[in-house]
């Protein structure tokens, strides 16, 4: 009979974690979050393909690592051996995802920040949701002077602090020919990034509004309203 409850109890806990999971992942990447009002059937499409695809992703890779990490917990009193080994198996499933999936989820994710219809403060929180994997994928976009989010993408890459981005960023910030509110994002994102490289254009643009008022007020209203 005690063997029956313990039983009864393992499988209680796994079904109570695997539902807990499947809400959560399903409340986290349901289409409405990211369509607040209606767009063509080309971009409902877009999101609702975006968002399946990280769901069942992160769905399976999770449920996976907790009931591994479960059964680790389960045979620590009985089995070290299989405990360690299970939760082993756990880190290896994390890491196979980390290595593989990741980028493909944050593929989605740059899908959904491109076709999603929001108001512009939570634009960028697709990209905050992909993390880091997405900064590759914006940093070839905000190239492109004609990208629709470009402003957007460049704020986003503030504020995950992709560090590899600050080159180009800095390099947008000292082109006079960008206009100001692309120029004040990257200079707001080169602030949050805090790397060597960013502090080096900062130092240089900073010399750079010395020498030029337009520069200068813009920064001045940037910093006081803390906009972009």
């Known amino acids: 009979m005690k063997k029956l409850l313990e039983i009864f109890f393992i499988v209680l806990v796994l079904l109570i974690a695997n539902a807990c999971l499947f809400l959560f992942w399903w409340i986290l990447t349901e289409p409405s979050n990211y369509l607040w009002e209606a767009v063509s059937t080309e971009r409902e499409y877009l999101v609702m393909s975006a968002c399946s695809k990280i769901f069942w992703t992160k769905y399976y890779t999770w449920t996976l690592v907790c009931n591994l990490l479960t059964f680790s917990f389960l045979f620590y009193s009985h089995n070290k051996v299989v405990s360690l080994s299970l939760t082993g198996l756990a880190a290896c499933v994390y890491l196979i995802?980390?290595?593989?999936?990741?980028?493909?989820?944050?593929?989605?994710?740059?899908?959904?920040?491109?076709?999603q219809e929001v108001s512009p403060a939570f634009l960028t929180e697709p990209?905050?949701?992909?993390?880091?994997?997405?900064?590759e994928l914006l940093l070839e976009r905000i190239a492109d002077d004609q990208y629709p989010r470009r402003y957007y993408a460049i704020k986003a890459l503030g504020e995950i602090r992709y560090a590899p981005a600050a080159e180009r960023?800095?390099?947008?910030?000292?082109?006079?020919k960008e206009t100001e509110k692309i120029r004040g994002a990257c200079y707001i994102a080169l602030k949050s990034i805090r790397s060597d490289l960013s502090s080096k254009y900062l130092l240089l643009f900073s010399q750079l509004v010395l020498k030029n008022e337009k520069d200068r007020q813009v920064i001045q209203r940037l910093e006081k309203e803390n906009a972009y």
Do not use: C
């Not at 995802?97 to 076709?115: R, T």
């Not at 990209?127 to 900064?135: C, D, L, N, S």
């Not at 960023?169 to 006079?176: A, F, S």
């Open 97 to 115: 995802s980390w290595l593989f999936f990741d980028p493909y989820v944050a593929k989605n994710y740059v899908i959904l920040f491109e076709s």
């Open 127 to 135: 990209i905050k949701q992909g993390g880091t994997m997405t900064g």
């Open 169 to 176: 960023l800095g390099k947008i910030l000292l082109n006079g």
